[in-house]
C-alpha cells in the first residue's frame, strides 16, 4: 500500500470550510484514497472514498487530483463536532488481509 | 439497528489474569478484525478473520488469542503472556475480506493493574 502524508494539525473556524490535504505521490493505478476519522475514545469512523473521480457523500467531498498523487477532503461547513484525526489511506481493494494501515494523521480543531 | 457492538467500555484486570473482550456484529459482515491501539498512536492489527471458523494472525497477534464459531461474534482473549496489554482495543468489520471500508466498534479500553 502506497505510504500517504499528513499534516500534523489543522485549525478551522466553526461553518467555514475545512480543507484536509494528503499526498500519497507513489500511489497505483488500482489503489483507492479511503478516509477515516476518529474522534477522542471512540472509534474510527469510515467517511468517503475515491478512485479517481472527486466523491461527494452526505459528510464530505473529496477531490483527488488528475495524477492522483494527492487528494482533499473537504468539510463544507465545520461543525465543533467535526473535531478529530483525520486519516487518509490508500490501499488497493479486494486485497486480502484486510488490514487498515493508520498512520498519524492530521489533528482538526474546530473552533467556534 | 445496524452496528458493532463491545463490551464492556472499560476494563480493569489484575496483572497475570486473561481477560476476554467481546465484539459483535449484526451487519452480515464476513470478515472481522482486532486492531489495538496506544496513546497518539495509530492502530495496530491484532487478528482477523475472513470467514467463520478460520483466523489469521495480524501484526502483533503474541499475547493474544481469538475465536470465530458465529459470523456475528469475534471475541479476544488478552492473555497473561501479553507483556503490555494496557490499551485501547477496537473491533471492525468488513462486508468481505477485501473490504476496506471497515465498520468499527466503540472501542474497549483495558488497564491492567
Known amino acids: 500500500d502506497a505510504k500517504t502524508t499528513q499534516p500534523p494539525s489543522m485549525d478551522c473556524a466553526e461553518g467555514r470550510a475545512a480543507n484536509l490535504p494528503c499526498n500519497h505521490s507513489?500511489?497505483?493505478?488500482?489503489?483507492?484514497v479511503y478516509w477515516y476519522r476518529q474522534i477522542h475514545s471512540q472509534g474510527p469512523q469510515y467517511i468517503i472514498h475515491g478512485l479517481k473521480n472527486n466523491e461527494t457523500n452526505e459528510m464530505a467531498s473529496l477531490i483527488i487530483t488528475e495524477d492522483r498523487k494527492s487528494s482533499t477532503l473537504i468539510l463544507p461547513h465545520a461543525t465543533l463536532r467535526d473535531t478529530a484525526v483525520y486519516y487518509c489511506?490508500?490501499?488497493?481493494?479486494?486485497?486480502?488481509?484486510?488490514?487498515?494501515?493508520f498512520g498519524q494523521g492530521t489533528e482538526l480543531s474546530v473552533k467556534p | 439497528d445496524g452496528g458493532i457492538t463491545q463490551s464492556p467500555k472499560y476494563l480493569f484486570r489484575k496483572e497475570g489474569q486473561n481477560v476476554t473482550l467481546s465484539c459483535e456484529q449484526n451487519?452480515?459482515?464476513?470478515?472481522m478484525y482486532w486492531y489495538r491501539q496506544d496513546p497518539g498512536q495509530g492502530l495496530r492489527l491484532i487478528y482477523y478473520?475472513?470467514?467463520?471458523?478460520?483466523?489469521q494472525k495480524g501484526d502483533i497477534a503474541e499475547g493474544y488469542s481469538v475465536s470465530r464459531e458465529k459470523k456475528e461474534s469475534f471475541p479476544l482473549t488478552v492473555t497473561s503472556a501479553q507483556k503490555n496489554p494496557t490499551a485501547f482495543y477496537l473491533c471492525a468489520s468488513s462486508e468481505t475480506s477485501g473490504g476496506v471500508t471497515q465498520y468499527f466498534g466503540p472501542g474497549t479500553r483495558l488497564t491492567v493493574l
Open positions: 451487519l452480515n459482515h464476513d470478515a
Open positions: 478473520s475472513q470467514i467463520v471458523n478460520d483466523f
Open positions: 507513489t500511489i497505483s493505478g488500482n489503489e483507492y
Open positions: 489511506i490508500v490501499r488497493v481493494a479486494g486485497n486480502q488481509g484486510g488490514k487498515l494501515i
